[in-house]
Structures are given as structure tokens and as C-alpha cells.
């Protein structure tokens, strides 16, 4: 469903919910009135201003709904809330009690009944306050309820987020290919360099390691994220040879921020498959890793070019799943873009805010 159509949903059935509220609450009070009431003037004396109260509380509680939307008072906290909701309250509940006099006042009534009487005003006003605190309590309850749903199915689409791209990348790093060629190049260099063989079993093992818990939160130290980026690419080196070059720009700042995990592992990943794999001459990943003002912006630049269908490729959901994973993590403030750059090169660049990392154990 898109956003719009929630929006259209959600409006549909506020209003839903204010005329089903509102007829059940004029019908307890009209009930009595035509039930036990025979004579017909009675009947009108009392039926114009339940049916007045009825009009007011519609138009009163929605004028309350729409200066709770714009004020944004339910992001604030519960003291803060309480004190500008009776606020409120208070003024609205005189504003609808001093209306219902006047009007009344003009309306059939018994001759006994003086509804400008300040007595009865003041009685007025507390019914209103009584009759909104109820609507506001309501309200409020209602809107927790679906911010509260909302977030867990957030949290859960999230889970199920990382948790692919864990999967992905791990995946990856148990490609056949992948594997093949780190043993082929262990067999190779065993017996002509130890040190470089143990080497590439420890960048082997972190990788692995790595993938296998980073699932454990939802942002990671970007300076972890570079380390396994790191193992991951010497691995690669040993397939691409002389046909790799890899150049590194990341700013000391950055480091502690915190990132989606293998999220910089799948941009690289679709950097080497999608271009310089592709390319029989090979080419160049440059890595950027910088802060913005409050954001970080993740920039991965590799020679090739884009096909046309850049993220509508099938080949490119782990993208995907990554654009979805920092819109759920961040909201509108997040973005991760993906076009042609000049001189034969293509970008992937990624805007988040700056949070504190959680640390992969």
C-alpha cells in the first residue's frame, strides 16, 4: 500500500470513527427524550439542543484533532502532552459552552430553563471538559496503539533486513567461485609464502565470522565494516589479479559512526560483479567513506557503466534490500543512489544520518 493510500485509509476511518462515536453518544441522549416524552412541544424543547450538543462535540473534537496534528503534540512526552491537552481542553470546552448558551437561548425552550444562566454555563463547561477528556483519552489511546504496531511490524521488517543481507553476504563469501579460488590461491602460496597463506585463512575466518554475527544489531562501527570490506577484497584479489585496483578514502571522523551491516560489503560486492568483473581489462573500486554535516555519506566509484536498468535489475536486490534497509532505519533522511559518473565509471552513493554503533561481539 502506498503512502498515499494510508493516508486516504487512515482519514477514512478517523471519520469513521467520529460520526459512529458521535451518533452512538446522541443516541444515549436522545433515547430518553423520545421515549418518555409525549407531548410534542417537550419533545422539541429537548431534542434541538441534544441535537446542538451533538453538532458542537463533532466540530469541537475534530477542531481538537486537527491542532494536535499540526502541533505535533503526540510526539511529545506524557507531561508535556497532558498539560497542552487540558489546556486545550479547558479553552475549547468554554468556547462550545458559551456557544451552546447563546444558541439555546434562541431555540424553543421551557420557560423555567434560562440557558444563559452563568450556573448553567459553568455547568456547560464541565460537561464539555468532561466529554473531551474522555474524546482526548481516546484518542490518544488509539494513536499509541497503531504507533506501537507500526513500529513492531517496522521492527520486524527491519530484522528480516539485515538478516537477508547478512545472508547475502554470506552467500557470497561461501560462493563456490569465491571459495574455489581462496584455496586454489592457498594451495599456491602455502609452500612459497606461509605467512601470506596463514594470513589469508585469517582473512577468511573474520569474514566468515563476521557475516555470521553481524546480524546480532542494526548498525555496526563503520570501522568494523571496513576491516571485513577489507579481508573481503584481498580474498578477491586473488581471482582478479592484476585486473583489480582498489583505492581507499575514509575519513578518520567516520569511523565510529554507525552503519546498516554489510551494507558497504554489498555495495563493493555489486561493484566487482556488475563492473569490473565484466570488464576483460579489469579496472578501479575507489571507497569513500565521509562525514556530511550530520549525515555519513558512503561512496563506492568502479569503472564500468550501467546497463539502463540500473535498480530494476534482477541482479541488483541486494541494492534494493539495502535501500529498504536504511529507509527503515532512517526514514526520508536516508537515501542510497545509484548512476553513471563520468569517464566511463558508476557510482553508488549512500546518505544516512550519524548514530551511534553498536558493537558486533
Not at 28 to 41: A, E, F, K
Not at 183 to 207: C, F, H, K, W, Y
Not at 222 to 228: Q, S, T, V, W
Request: include cysteine; aromatic fraction near 6%.
Amino acid at each position: 500500500m502506498s503512502v498515499n493510500e494510508q493516508q486516504v485509509a487512515r482519514t477514512k476511518l478517523y471519520w469513521q470513527c467520529q460520526f459512529g462515536g458521535w451518533l452512538a453518544f446522541g443516541l444515549v441522549q436522545l433515547s430518553p427524550i423520545l421515549l418518555y416524552n409525549n407531548s410534542r412541544t417537550r419533545i422539541l424543547q429537548l431534542l434541538y439542543p441534544a441535537i446542538l450538543k451533538l453538532a458542537l462535540g463533532l466540530a469541537g473534537t475534530h477542531l481538537l484533532h486537527l491542532g494536535i496534528r499540526r502541533q505535533q503534540w503526540l510526539q511529545m512526552t506524557g507531561g508535556h502532552l497532558t498539560l497542552r491537552l487540558l489546556s486545550a481542553i479547558a479553552l475549547l470546552a468554554a468556547i462550545l459552552a458559551g456557544i451552546e448558551a447563546l444558541v439555546n437561548a434562541r431555540l424553543p425552550h421551557d420557560p423555567m430553563y434560562h440557558p444563559t444562566d452563568p450556573r448553567r454555563i459553568f455547568l456547560g463547561w464541565i460537561s464539555w471538559m468532561i466529554v473531551l477528556s474522555l474524546w482526548a483519552t481516546l484518542y490518544v489511546t488509539i494513536h499509541e496503539f497503531r504507533s506501537r504496531r507500526a513500529r513492531e511490524v517496522r521492527s520486524l521488517r527491519l530484522e528480516m533486513m539485515v538478516q537477508d543481507a547478512q545472508l547475502r553476504g554470506l552467500q557470497a563469501q561461501l560462493n563456490p567461485h569465491f571459495l574455489f579460488n581462496c584455496l586454489n590461491g592457498l594451495r599456491e602460496v602455502i609452500a612459497e609464502d606461509p605467512e601470506r597463506a596463514q594470513l589469508m585463512v585469517t582473512q577468511l575466518s573474520a569474514l566468515l565470522r563476521y557475516s555470521l554475527q553481524s546480524n546480532q544489531s542494526k548498525t555496526v562501527p563503520l570501522a568494523d565494516e571496513i576491516r571485513a570490506v577489507k579481508d573481503y577484497l584481498s580474498l578477491e584479489e586473488i581471482r582478479f589479479e592484476e585486473r583489480l585496483r582498489v583505492r581507499w578514502f575514509v575519513a578518520d571522523e567516520a569511523c565510529g559512526a554507525g552503519v546498516p551491516p554489510m551494507l558497504l560489503q554489498t555495495l563493493v560486492e555489486n561493484a566487482l560483479k556488475h563492473g569490473i568483473a565484466q570488464r576483460p581489462q579489469g579496472g578501479e573500486v575507489a571507497i569513500h567513506a565521509r562525514l556530511a554535516g550530520s549525515d555519513l555519506e558512503l561512496e563506492v566509484i568502479n569503472s564500468g557503466e550501467l546497463d539502463g536498468h540500473g535498480h530494476s535489475s534482477p541482479e541488483a536486490v541486494g541494492l534494493k534490500n539495502a535501500q529498504e534497509m536504511i529507509k527503515l532505519l532512517y526514514g526520508e533522511r536516508a537515501s542510497l543512489v545509484l548512476r553513471n559518473a563520468a569517464d566511463g565509471r558508476v557510482q553508488a552513493l549512500v546518505r544516512v544520518p550519524v548514530v551511534q554503533a553498536e558493537v558486533v561481539t
